[in-house]
């Protein structure tokens, strides 16, 4: 018996190396992808009362009290949803629109999700009116900041809105990725009257990509935000110039990944039905290299766990928002998207 038992253990051994190789190979090619997500978080305030910007709405004697233990709900769902949207391992950068300051994810990255990762922050205050601005998180064992700026954008009528977050940095491959975080002007007074805000933001951004793309052939671009716009929207598709992957792919154009999942009718926020405002483009060279960083429509979703949507009454799900005209203390309002590089 204990013959047969130990010819066993020698025949499965060629399986268990196997195995072990195969686990190996494949943990390694979990690691040498770099991930990079972008959360409209949907209003993360503070409790404090800031005079200087209209931000009243969100302190304790707000209309929907924002208090301190809600405050606390919300960095924790944050933390669970980047923590999931590559685990077991934590993305690369974070990109926001709707953050108050630079304390607040001074907080959001020391919380008990986050902390291990050690997280840096590039962030700039905006002239918007509620207080709100763009931000990213990076981890800087992957992704060394060379430089970063705030892009201001003027808009008609001497309106204000977020900046551009701008941020030039070097991965660990040596390969330099230029990366832009935006929250285009919204639609709150119509898509037709609104229209020529973001036109004006799509108008900088092009501008800053032409400067770019004039002093270094071939690089590598990639676009993260909440445009406010559908990918076939003027200013996305004419203003910004960002294609469908479906077409020709050349070095220098930009392609949006989620152009497929806007083909089916998902989207990333629901009114009325689902819009996908939220999007991620890149320069063509990384969709068309065989070596080196690149990507792939496949390499990019919207992350749409259970939790993070809502059945309705007529049980269609939307986002698990914060709150509207109550408290609802779910996510946000929108939800994440995110794109995988191989740098291989």
């Known amino acids: 018996m204990k013959i047969r038992n130990l010819l066993f253990v020698i025949a499965l051994l060629p399986w268990l190396a196997a195995s072990a190789q195969t686990a190996k190979n494949s943990k390694k090619a979990v690691k040498q992808a770099f991930v990079a997500m972008f959360y409209n978080v949907e209003n993360l305030y503070d409790t404090i009362n800031d005079p200087k910007t209209n931000d009243d709405e969100f302190t304790p004697a707000g209309k929907v009290p924002w208090t301190k233990e809600r405050f606390d709900t919300k960095i924790s769902h944050l933390g669970q949803v980047i923590s999931d949207i590559n685990s077991p391992l934590m993305p690369d950068l ?52 060379i430089s970063s700026e705030p892009m201001h954008v003027t808009l008609p009528a001497n309106d204000l809105t977020r900046d551009i977050l701008y941020v030039k940095g070097k991965l660990n491959s040596g390969e330099i990725l230029h990366v832009f975080i935006n929250h285009w002007p919204s639609r709150r007074e119509g898509s037709e009257l609104s229209e020529p805000k973001r036109m004006a933001a799509a108008g900088v951004l092009r501008a800053k990509l032409d400067a770019i793309q004039k002093l270094e052939k071939s690089a590598n671009i990639l676009i993260l935000g909440d445009f406010n716009d559908e990918p076939t929207d003027d200013c996305i598709a004419k203003g910004l110039k960002a294609l469908s992957p479906d077409m020709a792919i050349t070095n220098n154009n930009l392609y949006g990944l989620l152009y497929p999942e806007f083909k089916k009718g998902e989207g990333s926020l629901y009114y009325k039905d689902w819009d996908l405002f939220d999007q991620v483009i890149v320069s063509g060279n990384m969709l068309s290299r065989k070596k080196g960083l690149r990507t792939s429509v496949t390499d990019a979703g919207i992350f749409k766990a259970e939790y993070l949507l809502y059945k309705n009454k007529t049980g269609e799900s939307t986002p698990n928002r914060t709150m509207g005209a109550k408290y609802f203390g779910g996510y946000s309002d929108h939800l994440p998207v995110f794109v995988k590089f191989n740098m291989n």
Do not use: M
């Not at 962030?123 to 800087?140: K, T």
């Open 94 to 145: 974070v990109g926001f629109a709707e953050v108050e300051n630079q304390q607040v994810l001074e907080i959001l990255t020391a919380s008990v999700s986050l902390a291990k990762t050690k997280y840096s922050i590039v962030h700039y205050d905006s002239p918007d009116e509620r207080g709100i601005d763009v931000a990213l998180l990076y981890n800087p064992a992957s992704f060394k900041v």
